[in-house]
């Protein structure tokens, strides 16, 4: 296994992105930079653009337009965000008839290529995950929030510098988001740099360092949370998005 790069200061970094679907819109241009130990959020509504956006920064798309940096690596140049950026999409994609262990296993292995490494990282992703005897059932008796739970702390115990995440808690109930919440903590607490997309004002309030606000593809306007309440004379960041978006 590469060795999980470490960089301080800006881990990501993207300037002026645009993609341009052949038949579909132009996503971007879009530019931002997020620090160590902190969590960017973007927001925007359905088909806004922030997916499309997540795939160029991780090189899944090449930008048609524009540059990405994750610790200095252009990830697209390097065939993917391998050993930079852990992504966790929004559909949680797990394979029900293996248990929780099985699961961590497979992945670990596929990453590192290494028992030794693999081992490490299914108990590092065991111990965050906190599923205890969960982890010897089949995952097809998890609820929503444990398959999530699961997924995501096999992307902490990863130990990238980047965190990608497209709307983590989406769908889950107050207790298992609040899990969630608490994972992605942990992660800026430990010097990553969190990338998160999410539909919920309230939680990227209290959760992001800086918000994007997207739409139709662009980004509209971009601060921290409470610097967007005040530039818009709003009194939460919801109605700061509608006023950003809309222009009422
Ligand atoms: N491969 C593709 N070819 C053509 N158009 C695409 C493609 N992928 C996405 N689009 C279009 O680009 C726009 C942005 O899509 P994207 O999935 O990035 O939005 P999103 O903000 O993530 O939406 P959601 O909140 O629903 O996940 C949409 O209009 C979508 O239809």
């Given at each position: 296994m590469?060795?999980?790069?470490r960089?301080?200061g800006?881990?990501l970094?993207a300037e002026?992105?645009v993609?341009?679907?052949r038949?579909?819109p132009?996503i ?12 960017f959020?973007l927001v925007?509504?359905?088909g806004a653009?922030?997916?499309t956006?997540?795939?160029?920064i ?26 930079l950026?852990a992504?966790?999409p929004e559909?949680?994609?797990v394979y029900?008839r ?8 497979f992945?670990?292995?596929l990453?590192?290529g290494?028992?030794?490494?693999a ?5 590092r ?9 969960h ?11 444990m398959?999530r739970?699961l997924?995501?702390?096999?992307a ?7 965190l990608?995440?497209?709307?983590p ?6 207790y ?11 992660a800026?607490?430990?010097g990553?740099a969190?990338l ?13 360092d800086?918000v ?8 509209v306007?971009?601060?921290?949370p409470?610097?967007?309440v005040?530039r ?9 998005f ?5 222009g009422?």
């Amino acid at each position: 296994m590469k060795p999980a790069r470490r960089c301080r200061g800006e881990v990501l970094a993207a300037e002026g992105l645009v993609k341009r679907f052949r038949r579909g819109p132009v996503i971007g241009p879009i530019s931002l930079r997020v620090p160590a130990g902190s969590v960017f959020a973007l927001v925007g509504p359905n088909g806004a653009g922030k997916t499309t956006t997540l795939r160029m920064i991780l090189g899944i798309y090449k930008p048609d337009e524009g540059r990405v940096r994750i610790c200095g690596v252009d990830p697209y140049r390097a065939r993917g965000a391998y050993g930079l950026a852990a992504y966790v999409p929004e559909e949680t994609a797990v394979y029900p008839r293996l248990t929780g262990y099985e699961h961590l296993w497979f992945y670990a292995a596929l990453y590192t290529g290494l028992p030794r490494e693999a081992e490490e990282i299914v108990e590092r992703a065991s111990r965050l995950s906190e599923l205890g005897e969960h982890l010897n059932r089949p995952v097809e008796s998890y609820s929503k929030g444990m398959k999530r739970r699961l997924v995501l702390a096999l992307a902490l115990a990863l130990e990238t510098p980047l965190l990608v995440l497209d709307e983590p808690t989406s769908g889950l109930d107050v207790y298992a988001a609040v899990r969630i919440r608490q994972l992605i903590r942990r992660a800026t607490s430990e010097g990553r740099a969190v990338l998160v997309t999410s539909h919920n004002m309230l939680e990227v309030e209290r959760l992001a360092d800086r918000v994007a606000f997207m739409a139709r593809g662009m980004v509209v306007d971009e601060g921290e949370p409470r610097e967007l309440v005040e530039r818009y004379g709003a009194r939460d960041l919801e109605e700061a998005f509608v006023k950003a978006t809309l222009g009422r």
